[in-house]
């Protein structure tokens, strides 16, 4: 089965593979081959997928999750893999974010500085070693 993980800025993996779990919407998902076709929206959360039998976990933060059963794409605004995460850019973001917490009040942007908050805790729990996708 074909995975393939798009930003605006790259192509974050492009490989085949195993399996596929995702965290939707209605929670984790995991997909083999020939799964029934589907899109589903994805949560800020960790993902995963196995190649060769390792599993390799992500950080995706939210987007699209579609499959056909052959091949799986996934479109996200943003996505590392663990191994390309910046733990101490991570632990400021979270810092900015809950310090904006505490003194926002326009709703709109409390929802954005909680979405912050939400990436940059998914990627401190991979860059940490304590997320579990599967
Ligand atoms: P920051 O405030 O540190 O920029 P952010 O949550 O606003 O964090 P995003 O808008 O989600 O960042 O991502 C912008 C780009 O930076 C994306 O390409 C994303 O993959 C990358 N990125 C963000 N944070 C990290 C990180 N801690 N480690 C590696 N890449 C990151």
Redesign the pocket.
């Known amino acids: 089965m074909k995975l393939k993980i798009v930003?605006p800025?790259r192509v974050v993996v492009e490989e085949e593979v195993e399996a596929v779990y995702g965290k939707t919407i209605d929670g984790m998902m995991g997909i083999l081959p020939h799964h029934v076709p589907v899109v589903t929206p994805l949560e800020i959360g960790v993902m995963s997928y196995l190649k060769d039998g390792q599993k390799k976990p992500l950080a995706v933060?939210g987007g699209l999750l579609s499959t056909d059963g052959k091949s799986v794409t996934v479109l996200s605004?943003?996505?590392?893999l663990n191994t390309?995460?910046?733990?101490v850019?991570?632990q400021?973001?979270k810092d900015?974010a809950q310090a904006e917490l505490h003194k926002l009040t326009d709703h709109h942007d409390v929802a954005l500085a909680q979405q912050?908050l939400a990436?940059?805790l998914v990627?401190l729990s991979l860059a940490t070693g304590k997320a579990s996708a599967r």
Do not use: C, H, K, Q
């Not at 605004?77 to 590392?80: M, N, T, W, Y």
């Not at 390309?84 to 733990?87: F, G, K, M, Q």
């Open positions: 930003t800025e933060m605004d943003a996505a590392e390309e995460i910046d733990a850019r991570a400021l973001a900015r912050a990436r940059a990627r």
